[in-house]
């Protein structure tokens, strides 16, 4: 199994500014993703986060608003830059790792519950 | 399009007593079904994982069952506990090159002493 530590784990955000999020895993990963979750709704995907490369982005997710870094295989960062109140939700990091013959079992971090004000 | 549907959106229950929780997907072909546990402001936690073989797998008093030929499943909880009050979501991997995994939008489940 994964243990995946994600800081910080909530935060209060002016409107306009900009946010780190930090994704630190136990072991090397192949596959790290960064998903936002708004309330009452349902995990949506952001990116995944690509080590030595530039992260893939999911459609309506784009760099300028959510760059990520991936220097290595155990961690790597979300930016959600220039907040407005509409960013206001948990951002997830995930990892895949082989579990069993049913497939990859997906860790999930604690999240980072940011409120924008 | 593919779509993982739950049900019901919400269930309140008596400590103790047992609850089943359905999802409906339309993914096709699907790689494997998850059940997952969320508590209020953390992160999921993996419960069950199945492929389209398996028809039932068990997690303590959690049981996940799978019909492959209905896309349906079910989360069948026994006994129920207070620390069982959370968001249940199933969650479904397509069988293509491009592997997405389809979240459904969870039941919130409350367990009441």
């Known amino acids: 199994s994964a243990v995946i530590s994600q800081k910080p784990s909530r935060d209060i955000c002016q409107r306009g500014t900009s946010l780190t999020i930090q994704c630190q895993v136990d072991?090397?990963?192949?596959?790290m993703f960064w998903y936002r979750q708004q309330p009452g709704q349902s995990l949506t995907l952001i990116a995944t986060a690509n080590q030595g490369s530039e992260a893939t982005y999911e459609s309506g997710f784009v760099i300028d608003k959510f760059p990520i870094s991936r220097p290595n295989l155990t961690f790597s960062t979300l930016t959600v830059s220039n907040m407005s109140p509409e960013d206001s939700s948990i951002y997830l990091c995930s990892v895949e790792d082989r579990q069993d013959s049913s497939g990859n079992t997906i860790y999930f971090g604690e999240g980072s519950w940011l409120t924008v004000v | 399009k593919n779509q993982v549907e739950q049900s019901p959106q919400s269930l309140i229950i008596l400590e103790g007593k047992n609850c089943t929780l359905q999802?409906?997907?339309?993914?096709?072909?699907?790689?494997?079904l998850r059940w997952y546990k969320q508590d209020t402001g953390r992160g999921p936690v993996s419960l069950t994982i199945m492929t389209f073989s398996e028809n039932t797998k068990s997690n303590g008093r959690y049981t996940a069952t799978l019909d492959a030929d209905t896309k349906q499943s079910s989360l069948h909880i026994t006994a129920s506990q207070l620390s069982d009050s959370a968001s249940y979501i199933c969650?479904?991997?397509?069988?293509?090159?491009?592997?997405?995994?389809?979240f459904g939008s969870g039941t919130r489940l409350s367990i009441r002493p």
């Open positions: 969650v479904v991997r397509d069988y293509s090159s491009a592997s997405k995994i389809i």
């Open positions: 999802c409906n997907y339309t993914v096709s072909p699907f790689s494997n």
């Open positions: 072991s090397q990963v192949t596959m």
